[in-house]
């Protein structure tokens, strides 16, 4: 059976209907599920502009999947809506929710049943990814001394805000490929290129033994997209770099509609990595030393 046949059964629900929604939106179709789509903006001529008018024309059942894709300040209270109505599989767009927000979707996550929330961090299904993370449990670099996981990128539709949008995304996959983190501190840059919001940041943590962890995100490089991760151990060191062009939202949302969370990332880790975000946010950043 191919994957197109695995979801045609499948109604995926998708709130917002903005260039990440239209991505997604567009993938499910190509897979074969069925779409049904919503939006407040009338504009962007979504199937309806309320869940209340979802759930007044579709049983929560009959969804099968929902996918969280409006701006991350409604997160939560779509959240909400969401699983008051039973919808059984939901999964939200990064960042999960604003950080002042956490404490909330705590409550949620912990009144969890029957119903399945993950989070959209598509890196994880990014192969180079995958391979470091496997060479990584095989051994191949001993005791890992030092990683360094940079992303730089010319992204001014988001206004800056790098560290919520691109910072959960190496976040996330730092904590994917080697285990938990502690936040050591942070840099936030406001060139005020893109209003009064980060536009550069690095984030220092601490890994298993002692690893020193450095992640560097910006949205200032206008000459191309660049990812690295780069691997230090006591027996071999290695950069890599990964292909953002791959389908890595495809796959994730293919996995996500046959009920395949092995490799998605859960409402855990996205409770994880807010906690690591809002850690950096709020780290106090201190005047330059001069002697």
Partial sequence: MSNCEKVTDR????????????????????LGANVVTV?????????????????????????????????????LSVLRD?????????????????????????????????????????????????????QIAEGRFGQIRVAQLCAREWLPRYQGH??????????????????????????LTHFGIFGD????????FEGEQGMHVSTHVNFINPASYDYSILIQGDKDTLLVTPDRFEPMHEDELRAFLVNDFQRIATIEDGMCNMELIGAALHCPQEPACTI
């Fill in 197 to 204: 919001s980060d536009e550069a940041a690095t984030l220092l």
């Fill in 11 to 30: 109604t995926l629900l998708i709130v917002g209907r903005g260039s990440i929604g239209k991505k997604h939106e567009l993938n499910a179709r190509t």
């Fill in 39 to 75: 939006d407040p903006a009338p504009a962007v001529e979504a199937d309806y502009l309320t869940l209340a008018e979802v759930f007044s024309t579709h049983r929560p059942d009959h969804l099968s999947h929902a996918l969280i894709a409006s701006p991350v300040g409604t997160h």
């Fill in 82 to 134: 969401l699983l008051h109505a039973g919808v059984p599989s939901i999964l939200v767009e990064k960042p999960l929710v604003l950080p002042e927000e956490l404490p909330a979707v705590k409550a949620l996550a912990s009144s969890l049943s029957s119903q399945t929330v993950v989070v959209g961090f598509n890196w994880r299904f990014n192969s180079a990814v995958q391979s470091l993370k496997q």
């Fill in 162 to 187: 790098v560290v919520l949008e691109s910072g959960s995304h190496i976040v996330d996959t730092a904590r994917y490929v080697l285990g938990d983190l502690t936040f050591v501190g942070s840099h």
